[in-house]
């Protein structure tokens, strides 16, 4: 029986205000699980935790900063011995002194370790502190000339995988009557086609069954709704991904959730995966009435 390939271990490390969050926050996005400001004393319980909670092929990434002062000897030890088990990765963002100077005012936040001198004595004393551990990194990211944008598409090229980085669309069919989701990205309207709840044949079946379906789709005005929207939504997808943006939420109504919204939500997605997006139908308010 094989043992099972661990999964990756990435430690975020780095000048304050050199974007250790936005790194962070691309991590999560990409499936890691993430814990910040981890004293490094405590990363190989962290590990098998996660070993223990979601197995070991569960990514992992831990963001350690300067206010873990003392224990950096600590990082350094685990990551020198391979205490965790896990292969790991220390990645450094850094970025000029102007540049953080700057972020930091506008974030209205003190350095850790200005004490009651000026922001600038905080981050020489930081440059110190933590000069061995940029020595050693695996990777080392000046985001002084990046935007959030870039910085992220960094950090996807270096750990995203195919999967990861892939777009995935969630179409939702709903009900007006319910309410619109408030988290849709797009928002189209079905209640220009007939309604299938007028028809007593219909009535009691819903958009996933084949009467219905076919019903809709063969109305005047909807193979041609299909036609336009479906392009429209591949040009906003591959935007999104230009955009470093990888979800992307589609909302389809009608009147109560339940046949034409439920119908074109599931051709919609069809049509989707047959151009080769990961997507995804949802139906919202199916069953509500």
């Known amino acids: 029986m094989s043992i099972p390939e661990t999964g990756p271990l990435v430690v975020v490390t780095g ?3 050199a974007g250790r969050s936005t790194a962070a926050k691309e991590l999560e ?13 405590l990363l190989r319980d962290v590990v098998r935790l996660v070993d223990e909670s979601r197995g070991p092929q569960q990514p992992i990434a831990v963001v350690v900063d300067v206010r873990s002062g003392s224990f950096f000897d600590d990082l350094q030890e685990n990551l020198a011995h391979g205490a965790t088990g896990r292969r790991a990765t220390l990645v450094f963002l850094e970025a000029s002194d102007d540049l953080l100077v700057r972020r930091q005012e506008a974030a209205r ?5 200005q004490g009651t001198g000026r922001l600038l004595d905080g981050l020489v ?25 870039q910085l992220t598409a960094r950090i996807r090229e270096a750990f995203g995988t195919e999967e990861t980085t892939r777009l ?10 319910y309410g619109i989701p408030v988290d849709a990205d797009y928002l189209a ?22 009467d219905v ?22 040009g ?9 943006k990888r979800f992307m939420r589609v909302a389809i109504g009608c009147t109560g959730g339940k046949h034409r919204s439920v119908a074109m939500t599931e051709e919609i997605t069809r049509r989707l995966q047959e151009l080769g997006h990961q997507a995804t139908a949802t139906h919202r308010d199916l069953g509500r009435e």
């Open 125 to 149: 004393r930081e440059r110190t502190v933590l000069a061995d551990l940029r020595g050693e990194a695996d990777l080392l990211i000046d985001t002084t000339s990046l935007n959030v944008h």
């Open 29 to 41: 996005d990409l499936g890691y699980f993430v814990v910040d400001n981890l004293p490094p004393s």
């Open 109 to 113: 936040r003190p350095h850790p370790l």
């Open 168 to 177: 995935h669309i969630r179409v939702v069919s709903f009900g007006f009557k």
């Open 236 to 244: 906003v997808a591959e935007g999104y991904l230009r955009e470093g």
């Open 189 to 210: 309207d079905m209640r220009f086609l007939p309604n299938p709840h007028w028809i007593p044949e219909l009535r009691a079946h819903t958009g996933r069954d084949s």
């Open 213 to 234: 379906s076919d019903y809709v789709l063969s109305q005047p005005g909807a193979a041609e709704f299909l036609d336009a929207y479906v392009p429209v939504l591949t």
């Open 15 to 17: 000048m304050t205000g």
